[in-house]
């Protein structure tokens, strides 16, 4: 005969599990966070591969804490690239363009989503090769609400202390932020944009 201790145990845990997997449709799945946490990183790679080439070497220089090694002749040193990574200097960049290029609409912080826009087709794109789904289920032509560059630099804060999950609302303004950039690029430069999500190889000249 099993105790009711034992069943009280066992109905408890059951609950517990039925609990986690609502808690997890209601915030989306475990899939869909690690989808919005790619998706940032991958947006920032997007920018900064199209930063100029000095920029680049200023944020990577930034992110150096340690010696390189010397080579000698009986060991010649082959090093890896070395990768741009995220690094506190990237979210001041990032927040810096998101204040200067992202401004209300009637008094509305909002973005049409339209995948069939070429600079977004191209975005969307560029983060499918890393098997990003997410914006295919955003219907075309919504009207999707962002965020006040105050707002946007508190949550791009929180984000990296991981003091609160990243939100929909940051992920859309990221990729408002990324289309915005580009259509500005585009009128600066035509046809110098690089689609290219990885993270970017530190110019040589910033290990010096």
Known sequence: MKKKGTRKIRKNRRTQRRKNRSYKRMRGGDDDVKQRINIMKLLKNLIINNLEEDSKIELCRKQQTSITPTA?????LLLKPVLLED???VDELIKESY???????EGKYQFIFNPD?????HIIAALKTKEITYFDRI????VLDILSPIEFNNSLSS???FSKPISDTLVYSMFALSVTLFYLLSAIKPNSIVYKVDPIECPSTANV
């Open 159 to 161: 984000s990296r202390s």
């Open 139 to 142: 219907v075309k032509n919504s």
């Open 72 to 76: 000698t002749e009986q060991q010649p």
């Open 99 to 105: 204040k200067s290029l992202i401004n209300q609409k």
């Open 117 to 121: 826009d070429i600079k977004q087709k």
């Open 87 to 89: 690094i506190q200097e």
